[in-house]
């Protein structure tokens, strides 16, 4: 029984026996009145349930991106302000993008509602809560950190309704003249990272190939392109690796660096392998002299020198044996075949002996 119902019976007394029957008559009334405990939870007021941040536009209908202001790891505030200026001016010029202004997005993180997001700091699940708050399809959050003179940038895009990292990349900028500045080469350096960004797959520049040789066959990054010659191509922005081959010219081998909206010139000159001998005129038989072995190549076939003729070989062997032979036959010893000699020697004595000796 509910603690209500009990405050509304009549309090205890001691009447007297004539009064109880209607007392318990007013109990059971107040009893048959109070509503019983599962009556009492349906009729207690419902708590409202928990709502996801409604969306709040703080911009124009139909911006695509909006970009939260760059957090800063050992800059002051005025340099991050200057490098996030520069980076939404060169994101708006993206095409298909509709950039929200920053400073509708900072007067949103100064309010109640964006508070708690004013520092996410990279945290990717309040990056998509604020890009739920702000209503965009797409948010742009990133870093900007000191160095030396320049910066580096390292920037993201998040997806809210997916909630996922979409893409993410980095951007040193030397800072020539002074980081934050708008310089030439700080404003090239955040465009490019704008189209790496936002649009990787207009992140390309023109190249013409210029080959000297028909036929040629043309491999970018180790894919083949078709022989030359060929039209001009759009690739991909930064640096890639240029083969060219041909059975009689040696390979061309090269790395190719493709500026970002600029037109870049290859002109490749092969190299002739040596001229064709004689020994290789006899291998693949015989030919005329000025007859094109692959068109544009003409071939000219060098006798052999005398000294690899057969014939000089030849001489020069027999000329060598004869010599020799000759130097072993004048180096024998000469002497007379004998078979024994007799010494006769005169002495004093009146009977000189006699010295016989035998053999040579």
Not at 187 to 206: C, I, W
Not at 226 to 254: C, E, F, I, K, N
Request: hydrophobic share 40%; aromatic share 6%; net charge positive.
């Amino acid at each position: 029984m509910s603690s209500g119902c009990l405050s509304r019976l009549p309090p205890r007394r001691a009447p007297a026996l004539t009064s109880r029957v209607p007392a318990l008559i007013l109990a059971l009334a107040a009893l048959l009145a109070c509503p019983g405990p599962a009556e009492a939870r349906r009729r207690r007021p419902r708590a409202e349930p928990k709502r996801s941040p409604t969306p709040t536009q703080p911009h124009p209908t139909g911006v695509t991106h909006a970009l939260r202001p760059l957090e800063s790891i050992g800059m002051d505030k005025d340099r991050v302000d200057k490098v996030t200026a520069a980076l939404s001016r060169q994101l708006a010029t993206v095409p298909g993008v509709k950039l929200a202004p920053v400073k509708d997005v900072q007067r949103f993180l100064k309010s109640r509602d964006g508070a708690p997001y004013a520092h996410c700091e990279g945290d990717l699940p309040c990056l998509h809560k604020l890009g739920t708050m702000l209503g965009v399809p797409y948010l742009v959050a990133g870093d900007v950190s000191g160095l030396s003179k320049g910066y580096v940038l390292y920037l993201r895009l998040v997806d809210p309704a997916k909630q996922e990292l979409v893409r993410a990349i980095s951007v040193v900028h030397g800072g020539e003249e002074g980081a934050g500045a708008s310089s030439p080469s700080e404003a090239a350096s955040l465009r490019e990272a704008a189209y790496r960004l936002l649009a990787p797959e207009k992140f390309v520049g023109q190249v013409i190939f210029d080959i000297d040789v028909p036929g040629a066959q043309i491999f970018w990054n180790g894919q083949p392109l078709g022989a030359a010659p060929v039209a001009s191509r759009q690739m991909t922005a930064g640096t890639h690796a240029l083969r060219v081959t041909h059975p009689s010219y040696h390979d061309y081998l090269r790395f190719i660096e493709v500026g970002f909206d600029k037109t870049t010139a290859v002109k490749v000159s092969l190299k002739m392998y040596p001229i064709i001998s004689e020994e290789m005129k006899a291998k693949g038989g015989a030919r005329p002299v000025e007859e094109p072995i692959v068109p544009g190549q003409r071939v000219i076939y060098r006798p052999l020198p005398f000294y690899k003729k057969w014939w000089f070989v030849t001489v020069v062997g027999v000329a060598a044996l004869a010599a020799s032979l000759t130097t072993v036959a004048l180096a024998r010893p000469r002497h007379l075949e004998r078979d024994g000699s007799v010494t006769i020697e005169k002495t004093m004595s009146a009977q000189p002996p006699l010295l016989f000796r035998f053999g040579r």
